[in-house]
Nanobody
Framework: QVQLVESGGGLVQPGGSLRLSCVVS????????LGWYRQAPGKQREQVAR???????YYLDSVKGRFTISRGNAKNTVDLQMNSVKPEDTATYSC?????WGQGTQVIVSS
């Protein structure tokens, strides 16, 4: 059974940093395209960042230059380094591979 488990969320002050991690387990295949999504209260879910099997990346315009997606040493992990966070980054962040989703980790940016 495939599982995606996120960690690293929490409360951070504006301008601060946070690192999210996601581990994919239970698959015989090494994940190729892995993505991070977020959903703020009352808003639609949006893709924040994506990395493919060749380490090509995509970023939502509003996080470019602030967030960095990367694979861990184990190819079944993906991290999201969040720098210079803003209150509008407050959301539940979820990891995605194919049709599999993690349970999400909450990020709150507030002073």
């Amino acid at each position: 059974q495939v599982q995606l488990v996120e960690s690293g969320g929490g409360l951070v002050q504006p301008g601060g940093s946070l690192r999210l991690s996601c581990v994919v387990s239970g698959s015989a295949y090494s994940p190729s395209v892995l993505g991070w999504y977020r959903q703020a209260p009352g808003k639609q879910r949006e893709q924040v960042a994506r990395i493919d099997g060749n380490d090509n990346t995509y970023y939502l315009d509003s996080v470019k230059g602030r967030f960095t997606i990367s694979r861990g040493n184990a190819k079944n992990t993906v991290d999201l380094q969040m720098n210079s966070v803003k209150p509008e980054d407050t959301a539940t962040y979820s990891c995605n591979w194919l049709h599999y989703w993690g349970q999400g980790t909450q990020v709150i940016v507030s002073s």
